[in-house]
């Protein structure tokens, strides 16, 4: 035999809201826990059904003394419905008012762009235009070797690197201290280690040499 299929979430608020409207009284919501089963809803999603449909509008929720006490009636469903109704319709209105305008701006456009020798002619000469404005920047990128702001531009990327990796050196001195530090017993394995990884006894400072302006344009 098949397991019963538990019910949606919409049918849940469908369950809750009939509650409401067949009893038109105000409910605590442990008292909404305990009705929820009868209706297929169960106790433990009473709750979060009901503040979907406060949420929504469709029940209203107001605090009396200590207690908080839910409600809903047919008539302020329709009120809801009514109220979504002229918002959808209001938002139509919109929409087609918006349509009219973007089609006129259309024609608007159009005007002064029909097809004719006169646009054809101006179409291709702004074509060779175009190319011989592409051909022009590729002519000038041969030179930007020799363009000093480019050489600046180089010369502040290599300081900039170099000045990175001497921090990371120093960082991996500073580790390599440390280590000594707190495990000299393990100096000869710490040894392999950084061997390993390309830290060799030869491993220091890098040093940053002028570059010179004709050895770049060369």
Not at 25 to 42: A, S
Not at 60 to 83: E, H, M
Not at 165 to 173: C, E, K, Y
Request: proline fraction near 3%.
């Amino acid at each position: 035999m098949s397991k019963k299929r538990g019910l949606s979430l919409e049918e849940k608020r469908e369950k809750m809201l009939q509650i409401f409207y067949e009893s038109q009284d105000f409910f605590l919501l442990k008292e909404l826990e305990k009705m929820g089963p009868k209706k297929g809803v169960i106790a433990q999603s009473v709750k979060d059904v009901v503040q979907s449909l406060v949420d929504d509008d469709l029940v209203s929720r107001d605090k009396i003394g200590t207690s908080v006490y839910f409600w809903s009636l047919p008539s302020c469903a329709g009120n809801q419905l009514r109220n979504v109704h002229r918002k959808l319709d209001s938002d139509l209105q919109s929409g087609k008012k918006r349509y009219a305008q973007l089609v006129d701006q259309c024609e608007e456009l159009k005007k002064g762009r029909e097809e004719s020798d006169e646009r054809e002619e101006a179409l291709a000469d702004l074509k060779s235009v175009e190319l011989k404005h592409n051909g022009l920047k590729d002519e000038l990128a041969k030179y930007r070797d020799n363009d000093p702001a480019a050489f600046e531009a180089m010369k502040e990327a290599i300081e900039v690197a170099h000045a990175s990796a001497n921090r990371w050196t120093d960082n991996i001195f500073t580790l390599r201290q440390w280590c000594s530090n707190n495990f000299p017993e393990a100096k000869e394995q710490l040894e392999n280690m950084y061997k390993e990884v390309g830290i060799t006894d030869d491993f220091d400072y890098l040093e940053l040499s002028p570059i010179p302006l004709k050895a770049v344009a060369d």
